[in-house]
């Protein structure tokens, strides 16, 4: 039985044996068929052996980052590019994201049907009390020219230059009626809550999640045929169902909850959400399997699946939940996907052994360490340049 020294929280160690079976979902062959749409924010994989300070600058390592993209459309999900899970705006700069958006969108190019839409924002026009309304405005029509340029579909992303320039919500109203009207193709529209991003706190101008909601509804339904669908990310079922409930019957709603998003997706009688998630990049075999068995006719047989991911993404995504992109790519690191724990600005720092032990004990409840006896030593490998040897 494969087994290593685990931290615990109360300071002790323990032997921990691999339990769990993993879960086996083939790849290369026909996608799946789903009946939701599910996109995977994916994340990016850096090059450890560049001469940079990781904390100013860090070179992407392009072909392990496309084979991870390769990799999440063999199991039939899309991909959400140059999104806040490739640390867009937190590591990140508007420059490396043209970059990885040119090559992603060259990827998918080769390949049918491939599902990717790539995020537009103002990462570029740094916020400050001279930031105008319009500065906004023409910062997101340089990227969405850019995206649209290349062919690709936007995802318009919450902009925190726009939280400091705007008034109040009239603001944002005059900022999404024109970039909507102009906007080639349907958009998605993605609404981060300040439990990722603290700069986006009282976004559509309103600190109140529900009055904010007022806004936003009415912008997306005043521009129902420009508007594909919202990702809203409040890690609140409640509020994503209230949502869900009030918008036009033409827009969907992609779920951005990674501590719900399994009943969020399954949904009631009166509608369901589509995925457009982080936590999918994680644990992608697992979500293309429930999904799988969800377009089936088997509820069950999904719940069953993606029910034990839940603990694990909620553990991924605590407080500070900025910090969940840390996890994402330790579980690419432990599955073999890259051969380094090394990220964009160097946070692999963010989180903790003891976050870390946890990770993996939850991923193997899970059935998400695709080869134990390489997670195994990896995570040795993790632990021992912190003081613990198995």
Not at 75 to 103: K, P
Request: aromatic fraction near 8%; charged fraction near 25%.
């Amino acid at each position: 039985m494969t087994s290593l020294t685990l931290p615990r929280a109360d300071g002790s160690l323990e032997r921990y044996d691999i339990r769990n079976v993993p879960l086996s979902v083939a790849t290369g062959g026909a996608r799946p068929d789903f009946n939701r749409i599910a996109y995977a924010a994916a994340h990016v994989v850096v090059d450890p052996l560049a001469d940079t300070a990781p904390w100013v600058e860090s070179r992407i390592d392009w072909d392990r980052t496309i084979a991870y993209r390769e990799y999440l459309w063999d199991l039939g999900l899309g991909v959400a590019e140059a999104m806040d899970t490739a640390q867009r705006g937190m590591g990140l700069d508007w420059d490396g994201a043209q970059q990885l958006i040119r090559h992603a969108l060259a990827a998918a190019k080769l390949r049918d049907g491939a599902l990717i839409a790539c995020g537009v924002g103002t990462d570029h026009l740094a916020p400050s009390a001279t930031v105008t309304i319009d500065d906004v405005i023409r910062a997101y029509e340089e990227q969405f020219a850019f995206v649209e340029g290349l062919g690709g579909r936007a995802i318009l992303m919450a902009s925190r230059a726009l939280v400091v320039a705007a008034k109040g919500p009239d603001d944002y109203v005059a900022v999404y009626d024109r970039l909507l009207r102009q906007a080639r193709e349907p958009v998605i529209l993605h609404w981060l809550g300040e439990m990722f991003d603290p700069a986006l706190a009282g976004y559509w101008g309103h600190a109140d999640h529900d009055r904010a909601m007022d806004v936003a509804v009415d912008v997306i339904n005043a521009h129902a045929d420009k508007v594909d669908g919202i990702k809203i990310s409040l890690l609140s079922a409640e509020k994503e169902i209230a949502m869900r409930r009030r918008l036009a019957r033409s827009v969907k709603m992609y779920t951005g909850d990674d501590f719900n998003y399994a009943e969020l997706i399954a949904g009631d009688s009166e509608g369901f959400s589509h995925a457009l998630l982080g936590i999918f990049d994680a644990i992608a075999p697992a979500a293309s399997y429930a999904l799988s068995r969800l377009a089936a006719g088997d509820e069950a047989g999904f719940h069953d699946v993606l029910g034990p991911t839940v603990p694990l993404s909620r553990h991924i995504f605590k407080a500070p939940t900025r910090f969940y992109k840390t996890g994402v790519v330790f579980m690419a690191y432990l599955n073999g996907h890259q051969d380094h724990f090394t990220m964009v600005g160097g946070q692999e720092s963010t989180r903790s052994t003891l976050h870390l032990a946890e990770l993996f004990r939850l991923a193997d409840k899970a059935g998400l360490l695709a080869n134990p006896e390489l997670a195994t030593q990896r995570m040795k490998t993790v632990l021992a340049t912190h003081g613990i040897e198995s």
